[in-house]
């Protein structure tokens, strides 16, 4: 049986647990909408402090990685967009993106296989088929 000792033991970091939750809800949702009206520079720091909080969160790191992303700063996305893209493999995003940042950096050998995922979900994407086959002659791989 549980006495009320105990109880209150349980019960006293809850208040501190619910307020973090609810003050990374608010995170998340200002990343959300700086990500929304295209303000991608503003919604790195946001998501990357919510993974700072939460390191097993892939969405969060998926997040991150748009905002890198689409920020220009691609060196910095390929980390999270693979963690999310490995931790949620039918994530588009990641792996269309990842696939993009890599090819951006020169890396079209390594862009391939996100590539390819990518077009495997969504075969009718011409510009993830187009880079795809830019992935593929860069590399000199055969298709």
């Not at 200002?30 to 969405?59: C, H, M, W």
């Not at 590539?115 to 002659?137: T, Y």
Request: charged share 15%; net charge positive; aromatic share 6%.
């Amino acid at each position: 049986m549980i006495t009320a000792t105990q109880l209150g033991r349980w019960l006293r970091p809850a208040p501190v647990f619910f307020l973090l939750l609810s003050c990374w809800g608010q995170l998340a949702e200002e990343g959300q909408r700086r990500l929304s009206v295209g303000d991608f520079a503003g919604a790195v720091p946001i998501y990357a402090e919510l993974v700072k909080q939460s390191p097993a969160n892939p969405g969060w790191k998926l997040n991150l990685g748009i905002a890198l992303h689409m920020a220009g700063r691609d060196k910095e996305a390929v980390v999270p967009l693979s963690a999310a893209a490995g931790a949620m493999p039918q994530a588009f995003p990641a792996h269309a993106l990842l696939g993009t940042s890599l090819m951006r950096l020169g890396q079209a050998a390594k862009a391939v296989v996100p590539l390819q995922r990518a077009v495997a979900m969504k075969p009718s994407d011409p510009q993830g088929r187009r880079m795809l086959a830019e992935a593929f002659l860069q590399s000199g791989q055969p298709k």
